[in-house]
């Protein structure tokens, strides 16, 4: 009797896992049939706020479209990409990430700009230790992280301090500048430098480095050849270079070109 | 009657493999991946290095923390019932429950410059946790002395203490009845636990990157530059990864089967 109960269980659940391989296949099928699959949209982490006020206000004035967004560093996107993820649109913080995915024949069409970034320091709201700009960054007391020179991020700022012949001694080289701004805001560290957009979040302040001294990070965009809305991708991206894509962009501290 | 039989052990077959292929084909495709013959140079790159070393440092001192500290904890727990001890084995055993980037979160709130007790440590004494060595040694301890404290606590619930009795008729002391009684009856449950203990640690990620930070030979342990070099050079990674695996494949084997030269339990 356990014997046959055993027996049955087993066949039951290879049926349902039949089931289940064959109705995945099913809905895979009426997805790219009836209804428009979404814009599938791979963007850098420090464009989370403002790409998802910019998928909201393309998704109402598209009626019935819908933007899925990915947000990683650039760095890993361009290699999920360059691993066969299926996106329409790529959004890089750097251009030899979009080099990468460009090389790898991912690209329906040539990458544009479509933004730009300053560095900030971000320090602590109230801005206790009083810091004013890049030579601060140096005092001893201070303590300072940077993203590791392999993120663009921190390859800039290396670029800023050396440029001013600074020598900062990073307490944590982290991954990524949303890991800087969290020590920021928790207090860990005094300060970090990281893009100006990422210091518009509660707890953290951004003192502006001047023109002179920063370093502009350049944002290319471009549709994909492999994902299921090339159209979508099309004007998904037209619509971030338009006057109320970059008015979006604008308002969450992006620089324009 | 017989039909079904077979189908029923067809279909558990089945499912079993595709349960099994969950598991063999992520190694299969890392194992495929591996540039194998840059391998050596890859590992022998300095900060490649300096990560197992750190690695291994952390790890190991996080062991000898859950020997020192984690031992006398599990024979408290194993020496009675009590509420308090029940809430204390919860406590202990939430860092396998919690997800590890709670748990960097909680350390930081803990021992960080503004923590609970980081704040005191830091006002006082002048000293800070956070971006340092021994922040890494303390987050691995963290999550891997769980596995080491609830092991031996098993053990020693298991073992008869009528050896005890009969050690105690002999004349023997508390101290000696422990050492040459309780723990060579509970050394198999130590070997599991100081193993799981360390392989944790190891593999500690999201902790300590929360809590202790990443800096190249301070605070960069091999999982910490295997996450970085996916930034940049993901063959670095690979190569980073395969040590990983090779190393729990090698603690998995001793758990099973015991040191070599060891008798087979």
Known sequence: MTKRCHASFA????????AVVLGAACSRGVESGAAAAPIRVFAAASLTASF???AAAYEQQHPGQ???LHFAGSPQLAL?????????????ADQPNMQKVVDAGVTAAAPVEFARNELAIAVRAGNQKRIAGLADLARPELKVALCAPEVPAGKYARQALLAQQLTVRSVSDESSVKAVVGKVQLGEVDAGVVYATDTKVDGVEGVAITSAQNVVASYPIAVLARGGNRAGGEAFVAFVRSEAGRALLRQHGFVLP | MIGRGRIARTGLATVALLAALLFALPL???LVRTPWSELPALVQQPAVLRAVGLSLVSSGSALLLAMGFGLPLAVWLASGRSPLRTVVRIVVTLPIVLPPITAGIALLLAFGRNGLVGAWLDRWFGIGLPFTTFATVVAAAYMGMPFFVLSVEAGLRAFDRRYLDV??????????????????MVLPALRTGALLCWARGLGEYCATQMFAGNLDGTTRTMPLACGLAMESEPEVAIALSVILVAVSVGVLFVLRHGLPGQERR
């Open chain 1, 52 to 54: 998802q006020a910019i």
């Open chain 1, 80 to 92: 999920q990409l360059r691993e066969g993820a299926a996106a329409d649109v790529f959004a890089a």
């Open chain 1, 11 to 18: 066949g039951c659940l290879a049926t349902a896992l039949v």
């Open chain 1, 66 to 68: 819908k933007v899925e």
């Open chain 2, 167 to 184: 050690a105690s008729t002999l004349g023997a002391s508390p101290l000696r009845r422990f050492c040459q009684v309780t723990l060579p």
């Open chain 2, 28 to 30: 299969l495709g890392l």
